[in-house]
């Protein structure tokens, strides 16, 4: 089973998620093989475990895959919740901070950012509960960039489309950032935090 999650006092330090095993494994597995690719039979034997012994902690594959999924949006949620926390009473710096926090999260954490693409596989009902996870970070983007827009700092038409438009950006950035690439984790987050930036109508970065 996973640990319980720890607080985060650094937002743009990413140390190695305690994970457990079972999904420490299942994430290297579902990375290299995707989640109709791997087995319970091969997650069991890269843990060492049997069959059933797997089955004690997680009813199926389903659950093993639903477990990895909110533990890595409840993750990022709690990383944008202190960068907001960070930026004050500035509008511009609260919304800079919050977008530096998702893209360091989609590279620090890019295998576990993807597998949202693995989220069609899962049964309505854990589809459902994870949606209601995810829709905080998406209130909190609408709530910054409302707040920028009252207070005169950005220019935007439509907040909701622009906002999905946003994190659809975000996301998907773990489809192809290599942690080994040419670009660091840094670099990405200045440039499309300045993107990000100049689509809501500041075109400069803080």
């Not at 475990?49 to 909110?70: F, G, I, R, S």
């Not at 576990?112 to 909190?140: C, F, G, I």
Request: glycine share 6%.
């Amino acid at each position: 089973m996973s640990a319980p999650p720890e607080t985060i006092t650094n937002w743009r330090e990413f140390e190695p998620m305690q994970l457990g095993p079972i999904l420490d494994h299942a994430l290297d597995a579902f990375h290299e093989n995707g989640f109709h690719g791997t087995t319970v039979r091969d997650l069991a034997r890269r843990v060492g475990v049997t069959v059933p012994a797997l089955y004690y902690h997680h009813e199926n594959k389903e659950a093993v895959l639903v477990a990895l999924l909110d533990t890595a949006v409840r993750d990022l949620i709690d990383r944008c919740v202190a960068a907001v926390a960070d930026g004050g009473d500035d509008p511009v710096l609260r919304f800079a901070y919050f977008f530096d926090a998702v893209v360091l999260n989609m590279t620090h954490r890019s295998r576990q950012s993807a597998l949202d693409s693995e989220l069609r596989h899962v049964a309505p009902e854990n589809r459902r509960n994870y949606a209601a996870t995810r829709k905080r970070l998406e209130l909190m983007a609408l709530d910054l960039v409302t707040d920028g827009v009252d207070r005169k700092v950005f220019v935007v038409d439509d907040i909701p489309e622009t906002v999905r438009a946003l994190l659809g950006m975000g996301q998907s950035i773990a489809r192809w950032f290599q942690i080994d690439g040419p670009l660091t984790p840094d670099a990405v987050a200045a440039r499309y935090t300045a993107i990000a930036l100049r689509v809501v109508g500041h075109p400069t970065a803080p």
